[in-house]
């Protein structure tokens, strides 16, 4: 689940937000294990969880233990309080370039301001009529 506006500030501030949840599960004694984290908080981000998690584990910001529970490293630690953040941006553009200038490559209409992107109608040969909308068969054609 992509979102329009990819680029590596916001896909460095998702990988920090899993990062800090789960700093505030294991602090509060939620559950950590994989399954659990990625089920909270795929639909929060814009690539799929997998993603994140396969670049937190290369450059060993978390460890995942047999139980497949999911803990910060020391380094994971000092990323979630607020250090190392131009290298972790760094490792973010690296580890995701490829997605990333997709994003950048797509052309997006309306670009070029601060405006929301806005996704562009269908096509008329995909707009339904009313009488489907209603339920209603369509009238005969002919």
């Not at 909270?40 to 670049?55: I, T």
């Not at 250090?83 to 760094?90: H, I, V």
Request: hydrophobic letters at 40%; charged letters at 25%.
């Amino acid at each position: 689940m992509q979102k329009p506006a990819l680029n590596r500030d916001t896909v460095s501030g998702e990988a920090l937000f899993i990062l800090r949840n789960l700093r505030e599960n294991g602090r509060l004694g939620r559950s950590n294990k994989l399954a659990d984290v990625k089920s909270a908080l795929e639909p929060s981000v814009s690539l799929e969880f997998d993603n994140y998690f396969f670049f937190l584990r290369k450059f060993h910001y978390i460890a995942m233990d047999r139980e497949a529970q999911l803990k910060l490293t020391d380094q994971g630690e000092q990323v979630a309080g607020g250090e190392l953040t131009e290298r972790f941006s760094l490792e973010v553009g690296e580890f995701f370039a490829e997605q990333l200038s997709a994003a950048a490559d797509a052309p997006l209409e309306g670009a070029g301001g601060d405006d929301p992107l806005m996704v562009p109608p269908p096509p008329p040969e995909l707009l339904l009529d009313e009488a489907e909308v209603d339920g209603a068969p369509p009238p005969p054609s002919g």
